[in-house]
């Protein structure tokens, strides 16, 4: 089968991620970049470089693209390449307001050009394994969920001016793939308290967050987050996912879901619970579980080719990125009027 022909938009450090991943599966070739602002990906791929990317659609037609460009340029960027019948990966998040998101997916229906939303840690074999541990009732009834995602991201990140903006921030940057993941492991949450503060790096955006969350099944969660914090926990740190950004601590857990009949620590997918003995005097049994062996961001990126190829559905629809964005707002919304808040719905 000859390779998807895929462009992409928006050529910093995601998208040349992007780039390397495109260039190291054979079912994919990068056929043209656009970015207004730098050639240099371009010329380093030796593909054709544009300033806009409506004109590289019409030029190259290519069969799929990537969009990697600053948030707030999500929605109208992936809407001319709806609107040109190219299937699209979008980053996350899908939009900067659950208003504009609910437009894209609007956008999606009527082109019905296929629109799959970059939350790749859904593509990680880990994630498809704690998914099977949990619903295979393992876990029992889920009781409390702990997750941590904490991070001191170099100083010279936040030199980009969108970064520093709102329309930026920890959660909406970072914290969104924890929810994102939260909500596809443990189900919806039905409301979720929030602290957030902008104190360690004194900028428009906030730098720590700290959330209570309550899931419609009953569980009960906290999620800590912070882009200026020297800490192991985090699923950057500890899934092996992006080895080239973040130094790796693989004996550290980000997530622990704990359930009346067992619990879980992930990424390690250590599943504790009693043996023939029952009750909290006996010791638990750990029972070591594996995840297959394959790259979130390349089983993303075949996905993206299967899409291109009409095979199959989008695994993270606009629909469901627009679900995680709402919970995102509605901890804005609870860490701005200090309430709980319930995530909007459609
Ligand atoms: N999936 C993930 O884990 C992950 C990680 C990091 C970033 N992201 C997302 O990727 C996107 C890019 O983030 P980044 O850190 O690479 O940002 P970046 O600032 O490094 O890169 C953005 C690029 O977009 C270009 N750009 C600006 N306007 C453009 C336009 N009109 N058309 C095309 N290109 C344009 C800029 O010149 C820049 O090269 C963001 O949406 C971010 O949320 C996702």
Redesign the pocket.
């Known amino acids: 089968m000859t390779a998807v022909r895929i462009a992409l ?9 992007h780039a390397q991943y495109i260039q190291q599966l054979p079912e994919t070739t990068l056929v043209a970049i ?5 050639q240099a ?1 371009a010329t380093d791929y030796g593909v054709p470089a544009f ?3 409506r004109q590289m659609l019409e030029h190259i037609r290519p069969d799929a693209v990537i ?5 707030h ?2 929605v109208s ?1 992936a809407t001319d390449c709806l609107q040109a019948g190219i299937p699209t990966l ?4 899908v939009a900067t307001s659950l208003a504009e998101a609910f437009e894209l997916v609007a956008v999606e229906q009527r082109t019905g050009v296929p629109l799959l939303i ?4 859904r593509h990680n074999p880990i994630v498809t394994r704690a998914k099977s541990i949990i619903d295979s009732g393992a876990l029992g009834r889920l009781t409390t969920v702990t997750a941590l995602w904490q991070v001191r991201k170099d100083d010279a ?1 936040f030199d ?1 001016a ?2 520093r903006e709102p329309g ?1 921030g920890v959660l ?3 914290l ?2 924890d929810l994102d993941l939260l909500r596809h492991l443990c189900g919806e949450v039905g409301q979720v308290q929030a602290i957030t503060s902008h104190g360690a790096r004194q900028l428009a955006v906030e730098d720590s967050a700290a959330l209570l969350l309550q899931f419609a099944n009953g569980a009960l969660g906290t999620l800590t987050g912070s882009d200026a914090t020297v800490a192991p926990w985090g699923w ?1 740190q500890n899934s092996g996912e ?1 080895p080239s ?1 973040f130094a790796q601590q693989a004996d550290q857990s980000c997530y622990l879901l704990a359930g009346t009949e067992g619990s879980l620590s992930i990424p390690q997918l250590k599943l504790w619970r009693y043996g023939e003995q029952q009750g909290w005097h006996h010791p638990l049994l750990c029972q070591q579980h594996a995840p297959a062996d394959s790259l979130a ?1 390349h089983n993303q990126l075949r996905h993206l080719v299967q899409l291109a190829r009409g095979e199959c559905a989008p695994l993270v629809s606009a629909a469901d990125a627009a679900k995680t964005l709402a919970l995102v707002e509605a901890a804005q919304r609870a860490a701005r009027d200090g309430f709980a808040a319930q995530p909007a719905a459609e």
Request: hydrophobic letters at 40%; a neutral charge; charged letters at 15%.
């Open positions: 938009i928006g050529a910093g450090v995601m998208g040349r991620q656009a970015d207004p602002f730098t990906l300033t806009d990317h969009i990697a460009n600053p948030n340029l999500h960027t979008l980053e996350k998040p970059g939350h790749h840690r990140y980009v969108w970064r930026a909406l940057i970072n969104i793939h950057d992006n950004v961001m």
